[in-house]
């Protein structure tokens, strides 16, 4: 992996295609996020605990865990800052809900096992690759973390380059990942 961090946009007009895009994940709840609630469900209702959205955009998946738990603490984590001010201006008042601009991979140190659960959410089909975003949740987790992906059953990694032609950067060049990974090279990772 030559550079861990990764920016899907360049220019104002890519900034507001993606807030538009994700704006549409806070008002409809898709099948993987009821997915989510289900499988989260029994862990975080009427307990307390820290929570990670790590890449949590402008906070969708933020939005449905307070709303089953609303004891827990939800630290919201992007590394695009007008991700993150769309996040406070949607869900900002309220105190059990925070958003901080971040790099999932410089700040494993300051939360170091402080999560009781790490989640990041239609995020690693995106990156160039899962490996150290993996790596660095682990670091910051006490006890489960939940990813979701695009996943293969067998044992082979799709690496998939796109170029979207609405967003000023799909018109000059390759602008993001849609990656595939391998799902039993995926639990191999996570248990060594």
Partial sequence: MNSRK??????NDDKKFNILKMKNYIDTKY????????IILPLIKNNKLKILDACCGIGHITKILNKISNKSEI????????LIDSANELLGNNNKISFETGDIYEIKEKYKKKFDISISWKTISWLPYYDQMLKDLIHMTKKYIFLSSLFYEGDIDFEIKIREFKKESGKKKFNA????????????????
Avoid at 6 to 11: L, R
Avoid at 31 to 38: G, Q
């Fill in 75 to 82: 630290l919201g984590i992007d590394q695009s800052k007008y």
């Fill in 6 to 11: 990764y920016q899907y946009f360049e220019g």
């Fill in 31 to 38: 099948e993987i996020d009821k997915e989510l609630e289900k």
């Fill in 177 to 192: 990942y849609y990656n595939v990974y391998s799902l039993p090279q995926l639990r191999n990772f996570y248990m060594d």
